[in-house]
């Protein structure tokens, strides 16, 4: 018999990362797609390479923050307006939800604040380690179906960035009003020896954080009879 020709094996490469959820909603006003076409190219962060906070603001920060999925980002303009010797990048996908915080940053004249409205997984890996004090996961989208619960931000891989990217002591900050999704966070955070959950008592997680202004996601939960949960966890030193 006559062997057959065999086919090239394909080389293995690392998994592609797939983004989920809407990108894009109603048509922008004027004013904010004038914004996502001015401003955003001038705030958006550079992870085709590694990235240099030091770099990226117009002053030394003295901390990184990072917000990851920011949705219209009333919090991050709050917090960036009230800390403006600290950096601040926000991710987010949603064009909208950029538009809007875009928004407040011109409005509030906010220098400390730059964007990637793409995946967080890119600055994640882009950061140097080290480099963030505190990580926000406000509100995720839960991924309430079985089969798409993989979807959920808090996962084995992504903790293991949050705990390469934080600063011995930095916080990772995550509030949801889903039971499931709670439960979800703190059995994976048990399989990460790097954080400690800093509650002590069980008000503590139903406590907001300090500072807390409050969402609009936090709002429409709070009216539909929805109780949230507030974790924050402690990278351990290395």
């Known amino acids: 018999m006559t062997a057959q ?8 490469t690392l998994p592609q990362k797939t983004l989920h959820g809407r990108r894009r ?3 922008l ?3 904010h797609q004038r914004l996502v076409d001015e401003l955003l190219p001038r705030l958006k962060v550079d992870v085709s390479k590694p990235i240099e906070p030091a770099a990226l603001f117009p002053f030394t920060p003295q901390a990184l ?3 990851i999925g920011f949705g219209g980002g009333e ?4 917090r960036a307006a009230e800390n403006p010797e600290t950096g601040f990048i926000g991710c987010e996908p949603f064009v909208n939800g950029v538009a809007k915080l875009l928004a407040e940053v011109e409005a509030r004249g906010l220098e400390n604040v730059r964007l990637h409205d793409d995946d967080a997984r890119d600055v994640l890996d882009a950061l140097p380690e080290a480099s963030v004090e505190r990580i926000y996961l406000l509100y995720p989208d839960p991924w309430p179906k079985k089969k798409h619960k993989k979807r959920r931000f808090v996962s084995d891989d992504n903790l293991a960035r949050f705990a390469r990217v934080l600063k011995d002591g930095g916080l990772f900050h995550f509030a949801s009003d889903i039971p499931d999704y709670v439960r979800w966070t703190l059995t994976h955070k048990v399989r990460h020896a790097e954080f400690e959950w800093l509650a002590e008592r069980p008000a503590d997680w139903r406590r907001p954080f300090e500072g807390w202004p409050g969402t609009r996601y936090e709002e429409k939960a709070l009216k539909a009879g929805r109780v949230p949960s507030y974790l924050t966890f ?3 030193p290395r």
């Open 5 to 12: 020709t065999q086919k090239p094996q394909p080389q293995n």
């Open 25 to 27: 909603g109603k048509t």
């Open 29 to 31: 006003r004027a004013h």
């Open 65 to 67: 923050w990072l917000e």
């Open 75 to 78: 919090h991050l303009a709050h």
């Open 234 to 236: 402690r990278r351990r």
